[in-house]
């Protein structure tokens, strides 16, 4: 990956700091489209959509803190651009070929 060091994502020293902590998602833009590495680790989907809704408010506090925007407004567009991709279904999976370990090649 060549993106600068300032831009890459730390983790929070509190998640470093708990032996229990699970990594559920890592998302990237690429090439035009969303790419991500994924672990289903609830046992109930449900879960992971509560996850997404506390994304999508920390998101818009990010918005505000890094655009200067209005957080209600932020939040209200992600909310529209996560309608309009459930909504035009055309959403496909493509999992990339992975070595024994699980790991992508």
């Known amino acids: ?35 991500m590495s994924i672990k289903p680790a609830f046992n109930d989907p449900a879960m992971f959509g509560r996850m997404l809704a506390y994304a999508a408010t920390h998101m818009a506090h990010g918005y505000k803190v890094r655009h200067g925007m209005d957080e209600r407004a ?23 070929p992975t070595d024994e370990t699980g790991s992508a090649q």
Do not use: C, F
């Open 74 to 96: 932020a939040y209200n567009q992600i909310l529209a651009g996560m309608s309009d991709a459930l909504k035009a279904q055309n959403v496909q999976t493509v999992a990339e």
């Open 1 to 35: 990956m060549s993106e600068r060091e300032e831009h890459q994502l730390k983790t929070p020293a509190s998640v470093a700091a708990d032996p229990e902590a699970i990594e559920i998602l890592r998302m990237w833009w690429s090439k035009q489209e969303p790419v």
